[in-house]
């Protein structure tokens, strides 16, 4: 309940009069001293809730973006939507109490865009919360890449307690590789059999140089793959790190052959 106070203030001019008593007069200042209050009802109108997509949401498609939707709040008659990049969000919409708003592409790529949905009736309004999502990354943006044609200057090999290690091979390949057939030329690979019989691998493969990235909400990592498991203890992962003492297992090849990847 809101109250609205409003004080009256009043100028008394007397002159060359002494027709008030001090009774009038002591009335007339307790009337000042007070305000006179009424009351508000509070607004019918509920805020918007439930939005998709969800507050917070990543790597939204620049070419196919979708649909706002949310839900609105009781009472709801009208709408006004709000939307636009972070920190610079402007009125797109104002009408009938819809709930969907299809956003027109193409949307910027790695972009934050905010949003907000006003619902109204012919006496007041309700704002929903600031939503926001982020745009997917531009894939033509390559940080880092190796093909495996200048040896192995950008990778540290280590020895981890087996008998063969990481090489590089230049085709014709020892043994067949089932790889993409968009994949040629030098190959990165930890090959048990071209070692011989009765030997083991144990080996780490590590970039040399650190990748050094901008701040981005999120990056990825591609490669052409070719994993044959011979059994139950045969096991690869890929693991990273943004300080070279913690890393983070994105990866695990175990058991199952994935092959043509």
């Known amino acids: ?30 009337i000042l001293n007070n305000s006179i209050q009424t009351t508000l009802d509070p607004c019918p109108v509920g805020p918007a809730t439930n939005p998709t997509p969800a507050n917070g949401t990543t790597n939204i498609s620049i070419s196919s973006p979708g649909s706002l939707t949310w839900n609105n709040g009781d009472g709801t008659t009208l709408v006004d939507v709000y939307f636009g990049p972070e920190g610079n969000v402007v009125w797109i919409y104002s009408g009938s109490a819809i709930s969907s708003l299809l956003l027109p592409p193409p949307l910027n790529y790695q972009t934050t865009y905010e949003w907000k949905v006003v619902c109204k009736n012919d006496t007041c309004n309700a704002e929903s919360e600031i939503w926001s999502f982020t745009t997917e990354a531009d894939p033509s943006i390559i940080w880092w890449e190796d093909n495996f044609e200048e040896g192995l200057a950008n990778w540290t090999i280590t020895n981890d307690g087996g008998t063969c290690i990481w090489q590089i091979f230049e085709p014709p390949y020892p043994n067949l590789y089932t790889l993409p057939n968009s994949s040629y030329g030098g190959v990165l690979v930890a090959d048990a059999d071209f070692c011989g019989m009765g030997t083991t691998l144990l080996s780490t493969a590590t970039i040399t140089n650190p990748i050094v990235l901008l701040p981005d909400p999120y990056h990825w990592i591609e490669f052409d793959n070719d994993w044959q498991a011979f059994d139950s203890t045969s096991f690869g992962y890929v693991e990273i790190s943004t300080d070279n003492i913690n890393w983070q297992m994105i990866r695990t090849f175990h058991e199952i052959d994935v092959r043509y990847t």
């Open 1 to 30: 309940m809101k109250k609205l106070g409003l004080v009256f203030c009043l100028v008394l001019v007397i002159c060359c009069s002494n027709t008030f008593g001090q009774s009038e007069l002591t009335k007339i200042e307790r």
